[in-house]
Nanobody
Framework: VQLQASGGGLVQPGGSLRLSCAAS????????VGWFRQAPGKGREGVSC????????FYSASVKGRFTVSREDAEDTVYLQMNSLKPEDTATYYC?????????????????????WGQGTLVTVSS
């Protein structure tokens, strides 16, 4: 069971990036997948979560309206499209497999609800 996040980099404020999370070793279509981020000196923050069907998704208040999560089950991949990036979005971004197919509203942003984590990809927003 493995998750591999990629797509991070350096971008100017107001710019866009698309992160990818490639899964292997399990039946990807049966699980929700979450995105978290961790800035230096801060705790891990839930950013978004997409259900197994893609029809029930969650976003943190800090990214809602700017980030969009999607999935392509044929490619075993989840994407996080990040637009209108701000310096405060700078962090290492991780994807993780949720403990089930349908995330729960009050729990999707809790790291203990995920059992497998990718290695992280660094996003730096700076001019």
């Amino acid at each position: 069971v493995q998750l591999q996040a990629s797509g991070g980099g350096l971008v100017q404020p107001g710019g866009s990036l698309r992160l990818s999370c490639a899964a292997s070793g399990f039946r990807f279509a049966g699980y929700a997948v979450g995105w978290f981020r961790q800035a230096p000196g801060k705790g891990r923050e839930g950013v978004s979560c997409i259900s197994s069907s893609g029809g029930r998704n969650f976003y943190s208040a800090s990214v809602k309206g700017r980030f969009t999560v999607s999935r392509e089950d044929a490619e075993d991949t989840v994407y996080l499209q990040m637009n209108s990036l701000k310096p405060e979005d700078t962090a290492t971004y991780y994807c993780a497999r949720y403990l089930g197919s349908h995330p729960i509203a009050g729990l999707w942003a809790t790291p203990s609800q995920y059992d497998t984590w990718g290695q992280g990809t660094l996003v730096t927003v700076s001019s």
